[in-house]
């Protein structure tokens, strides 16, 4: 199965600086690359996706580029305000093989004022 | 367009007993995944259905858990004889079948005493 790793577990920004998280996958295969938000006690969002014909999606301040050859993609937050505090999760998925998602450890983000 | 539903929110079990959860998909969606959430951690995989068949059950463990979705009502993740390790939150997802896109109920809390 897909082995996926999430870095830093944790990450503590001032408001306005940006954030970046990474995530590694095993498969070489996978072709769909969401990220998901997890606000305390509450489900996971889907807050942006790429597929593995584009490079780079972005949208307002969040974006998520992707390296294919080294089986990494990676969440972009720009000017990062304290409501975007939480866990954010990346999935990615080889939609071919299978339709689960398996979920990286996870990234706590705080947003200090 | 009401979005993926679970009930109840909470639920409070002795050692021993069953749980039922239920999770409504959204409007159009024909695909039903559940997932379970320990505390501090990420999501698992359990089962994916699809209406009256189980697609992928590789996730789920081997006894009293099972699930459904039968062609008329909401799918139902049924677990029997429940131990402390089941406390968790249990998170459904549902999607369309021409889309990867997941999107998540607000879970069912499971707490055994």
């Known amino acids: 199965g897909e082995n996926v790793e999430q870095h830093p577990s944790t990450l503590s920004v001032q408001e306005g600086d940006s954030a970046v998280i990474k995530c590694t996958y095993s498969?070489?295969?996978?072709?769909?690359f969401p990220w998901y938000k997890q606000e305390l006690g509450k489900r996971p969002q889907l807050i942006i996706d790429?597929?593995?014909?584009?490079g780079e999606k972005k949208d307002q301040r969040i974006a998520v580029t992707l390296n294919k050859t080294a089986k990494h993609f990676s969440l972009h937050i720009t000017e990062t305000q304290p409501e975007d505090s939480a866990v954010y999760f990346c999935?990615?998925?080889?939609?071919?093989?299978?339709?689960?998602?398996?979920f990286g450890t996870g990234t706590r983000l705080q947003v200090t004022l | 367009n009401a979005g993926v539903m679970q009930n109840p929110r909470h639920l409070v079990r002795r050692r021993g007993q069953e749980a039922r959860l239920r999770c409504s998909p959204m409007?159009?969606?024909?695909?039903v995944y559940w997932y379970r959430q320990l505390p501090e951690e990420g999501l698992k995989f359990m089962v994916y259905?699809?209406?009256?068949?189980?697609?992928?059950e590789s996730g789920m463990p081997k006894e009293r858990f099972s699930a459904e979705f039968p062609k008329e009502g909401p799918s139902i993740l049924r677990i029997q004889q429940v131990v402390r390790g089941d406390s968790a939150a249990y998170f459904c997802?549902?999607?369309?079948?021409?889309?990867?896109?997941?999107?998540f109920g607000p879970g069912t809390r499971l707490t055994v005493t």
């Open positions: 997802a549902s999607s369309s079948p021409d889309s990867r896109e997941q999107y």
């Open positions: 498969d070489s295969a996978s072709n769909y």
């Open positions: 790429i597929r593995s014909n584009v």
């Open positions: 999935a990615p998925l080889n939609t071919g093989t299978a339709s689960k998602l398996t």
């Open positions: 409007k159009g969606h024909s695909h």
């Open positions: 259905l699809q209406k009256e068949n189980i697609i992928d």
